[in-house]
Nanobody, 114 residues
Framework: QVQLVESGGGLVQPGGSLRLACSASSNVFNIYTMGWYRQAPGKQRELVATITTTGTTNYADSVKGRFTISRDNAKYTVYLEMYSLKPEDTALYYC????????WGPGTQVTVSS
C-alpha cells in the first residue's frame, strides 16, 4: 500500500539530539495515521509516538517532553525530533503508517553513548 524509508539515525552522546525522517511513497499520505516505534536488541518493539491525520499526537511516557513528532503532508514525510537523548533511547527506530493495513519501514539505528 505504501513504502516507507527512514533516515537520520546515527551515534550521539547523551544529552544530544537527532532528527529522524520517514519518507512515504504514497501520494495519499495525508490519509494515513503515522508513528514511530523502536526496538532494542533482546527487547520488544515499543510505541514511541503517533500522529493522526488531523495532527493529534501521542507519546510514550518515556519520551514525553523530549521527543516531538510532526508531519508534512505536502512532502509525504513524518519527522521525529529527539532531544536530551539518553542511553536507554538506543534502538532501531521504525516508521509506521496505517490506513486499512499496517505498513513498516526497514528502520534506522539510533545509538546514544558516551
Amino acid at each position: 500500500q505504501v513504502q516507507l524509508v527512514e533516515s537520520g539515525g546515527g551515534l550521539v552522546q547523551p544529552g544530544g539530539s537527532l532528527r529522524l525522517a520517514c519518507s512515504a511513497s504514497s501520494n495519499v499520505f495525508n490519509i494515513y495515521t503515522m508513528g514511530w516505534y523502536r526496538q532494542a536488541p533482546g527487547k520488544q518493539r515499543e510505541l514511541v509516538a503517533t500522529i493522526t491525520t488531523t495532527g493529534t499526537t501521542n507519546y510514550a511516557d518515556s519520551v514525553k517532553g523530549r521527543f516531538t513528532i510532526s508531519r508534512d503532508n505536502a512532502k509525504y514525510t513524518v519527522y521525529l525530533e529527539m532531544y536530551s537523548l539518553k542511553p536507554e533511547d538506543t534502538a532501531l527506530y521504525y516508521c509506521y503508517a496505517k490506513r486499512v493495513t499496517d505498513n513498516w519501514g526497514p528502520g534506522t539505528q539510533v545509538t546514544v553513548s558516551s
